[in-house]
């Protein structure tokens, strides 16, 4: 499928009190300084060595670990000369910005030191050459900076701001007759996050404990003047990901003002006709991009909803609530005249990365979920008459989905015209509630025993069956894919948890080559908010 999604003729309406206002909200980032922890060595990993479930796909390449080799202090005796290398840990995954002091010993400097500077969130990017690179999302993403130093001392501030935990310093050259040894490395750690806001959890459950951490770690790395979805790649503000960032946000980090603010970005940059844009960027300028997807632009109306309950801040509500109207109307356009959302062959709307994933059944179930908040915000707004038309819509468009996506004799919604059968289809139809409780857990029952072909692939995915278990009662099952879907992430040793991740198939990725992955993606940051909210 291309991924590639502009709408034609693009333009941008600036509502230049509500970008003010998001100005306004800016937050203040908070910054530490972290020196590295040790110095590791990055090993082949043997395949299946976590004894877990085999990889369904072989291993085409090699994975790879780090090891600790020697302690930080090692790292003043060691001189560098060309080919060599070295390979810091940071100890935990850190967002920020990279500096130290190389100095020559040997005869005078005769030649530029000429270095290369890695930097990767977790041990498979250090082991991997980035020019072998074969992905189909830009290669610019991968950190990585090659330096010529002609002065030495020299004290060197890298030029970007990089997500990672290890950093690999390799001399490409110095001159035979000088070497380069490296002192005071250090990144200065960047977050808006406020680790004293937390609440302290309460359970003893070791596992819980851990899988909570690296969810809040994973928050902390994100939250950045915006939410943004993953701090090595993408780096910006996705409308789909805030939803899930917000909510963990209200039971963690519970910075209301953050969300505000991207809601406020999200209403005074549209795209034509007042679409809310699938994302936006914060530099040169506030603006926001020219893709759209379906589900996404819905998404601004589950988070208006969300943060007026979590905040019952009802002057944001009273002055968003029209973009998110405006999201419904153009929504409603996409019906046919059975009230079926028209199914197409683009990159059109999201919900998963799935391969082969058709969109329609799960679109359908996202308008009805959203049309339900709408009418209750409605509500919490004294509008009864908007409320009625939004309890209106809502039944037409599932009395559309039960004429013609339901297959009854099956018991699944199928979607497209091939009439697939997936896991989001199911999913989305439950939390859009168009039965009740006993049929719902029925239909998540039916799905987990036959479990359909057209699998879930991202953590956004299983964020939404999840919570479609929780809220059905079933809770058992819901603790049950958090403790071996994201427990296998923290079992693999994840510091944060990852973009993309498939427990049988290491190499998952939707961009063609793992190495271009997130492994620090905020919609995957949600099982603090489950436990949380549901298990303490
Ligand atoms: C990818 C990113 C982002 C997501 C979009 C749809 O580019 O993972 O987080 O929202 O896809």
């Known amino acids: ?161 990089y997500a990672f935990r290890y950093l690999e310093f390799r001399v490409l050259d110095t001159s035979p007759k000088y070497r380069v040894i490296f002192r005071d490395i250090q990144c200065e750690s960047v977050t808006s996050a406020d680790s004293g806001r937390v609440p302290p959890l309460k359970t003893a459950d070791p596992e819980l404990i851990l899988i909570d951490r690296v969810s809040r770690k994973t928050m902390e790395s994100c939250m950045q003047l915006v939410f943004e979805d993953g701090p090595k790649r993408d780096r910006r503000l996705w409308l789909g990901d805030l939803r899930l960032q917000a909510l963990t946000n209200y039971y963690t980090f519970r910075n209301y003002d953050l969300v505000r603010r991207c809601l406020y970005l999200f209403a005074g940059l549209t795209q034509n006709e007042g679409r809310a844009g699938a994302c936006l960027f914060l530099d040169p300028k506030p603006q926001v991009d020219d893709t759209a997807l379906f589900d996404f632009s819905l998404m601004f109306v589950s988070c208006l909803y969300d943060y007026y309950e979590a905040t019952g801040d009802r002057e944001t509500l009273r002055e968003l609530f029209p973009t998110a109207r405006r999201q419904l109307e153009l929504s409603m356009r996409e019906l046919d005249e059975d009230g079926v959302v028209r199914d197409k062959e683009t990159w059109w709307c999201f919900l998963d990365w799935g391969e082969g994933l058709n969109k329609q059944a799960g679109a359908q179930a996202v308008l009805i979920y959203a049309l339900k908040q709408a009418r209750q915000m409605a509500l919490w707004l004294e509008d009864g008459k908007i409320a009625d038309l939004y309890s209106r819509q809502a039944d037409f468009v599932t009395e559309g989905a039960l004429s013609r996506l339901w297959d009854a004799k099956a018991g699944f919604f199928i979607s497209g015209e091939k009439r697939q059968r997936s896991w989001a289809s199911q999913v989305w139809f439950v939390l859009a509630g168009v039965f009740d409780r006993e049929k719902n857990r029925q239909l998540l029952t039916r799905l987990i025993q036959e479990d359909l072909p057209v699998k879930m692939a991202t953590p956004y995915m299983y964020h939404y069956y999840v919570e479609a278990l929780m809220e059905n009662g079933l809770t058992d099952l819901a603790v049950e894919t958090i403790r071996s879907y994201w427990g296998g992430m923290a079992r693999e040793g994840a510091d944060t948890f990852y973009e993309v991740y498939d427990p049988e198939n290491r190499f998952a990725s939707p961009y063609g080559d793992r190495l271009i992955n997130s492994f620090c993606h905020a919609w995957s940051g949600t099982p603090a908010y489950f436990i949380r909210k549901y298990l303490t």
């Open 1 to 161: 499928m291309d991924i590639i999604n502009s709408i034609p003729d693009f333009k941008m309406t600036v509502y230049p009190e509500f970008v003010k206002k998001a100005e306004e909200l800016k937050p203040a980032l908070s910054s530490v300084l972290v020196r590295p922890a040790g110095l590791v060595r990055i090993t082949e990993r043997p395949q299946k060595q976590d004894g877990g479930v085999p990889d369904r796909i072989p291993f085409r390449e090699a994975d790879f670990a780090a090891e600790p080799a020697e302690s930080i202090d090692a790292l003043s005796r060691k001189t560098f000369g060309k080919g060599d290398s070295v390979c810091l840990d940071f100890g935990g995954h850190q967002v920020g910005y990279v500096s130290f002091r190389v100095e020559a010993v040997g005869s005078p400097q005769d030649a530029p030191a000429y270095l290369q500077i890695k930097l990767g969130e977790i041990p498979y990017e250090m082991g991997r050459d980035f020019a072998g690179y074969h992905g189909n999302i830009s290669r610019s993403w991968l950190q990585e900076e090659f330096l010529h130093i002609d002065v030495l001392p020299a004290v060197i501030r890298l030029p970007r701001r």
